[in-house]
């Protein structure tokens, strides 16, 4: 079963910068999109970006010029790189893998934009 382990969040001061990380445990990476959402109190999940295993990202309108997700397929790895942040990013940060043979969530990480 792939696993998969995120970090890099934390608590920022708005105008700040937060770059997330996710780890996959397996090889199909490379072969998976891989997307991130994210969940504001109170607030249903969201889709805010993501990549296909050739490349191509998509973003939601709200992040859009200000947060880029990329892939390292050596590393098994996707990564959020997040700008500008508002105190509207504030929320639990979820990885997802998918491909025709597995979904698999991450655990979650907690970002937090003050002011």
């Known amino acids: 079963q792939v696993q998969l382990v995120e970090s890099g969040g934390g608590l920022v001061q708005a105008g700040g910068s937060l770059r997330l990380s996710c780890a996959a445990s397996?090889?199909?990476?490379?072969?998976?999109?891989m997307r991130w959402y994210r969940q504001a109190p109170g607030k249903q999940r969201e889709l805010v970006a993501a990549?296909?295993?050739?490349?191509?990202?998509n973003y939601a309108d709200s992040v859009k010029g200000r947060f880029t997700i990329s892939r390292d397929n050596a590393k098994n790895t996707v990564y959020l790189q997040m700008n500008s942040l508002k105190p509207e990013d504030t929320g639990v940060y979820y990885c997802?893998?998918?491909?025709?043979?597995?979904?698999?969530w991450g655990q979650g990480t907690q970002v937090t934009v003050s002011s």
């Open positions: 997802k893998i998918e491909n025709r043979m597995v979904h698999v």
């Open positions: 397996a090889s199909i990476f490379s072969i998976s999109v």
């Open positions: 990549i296909s295993s050739g490349g191509t990202t």
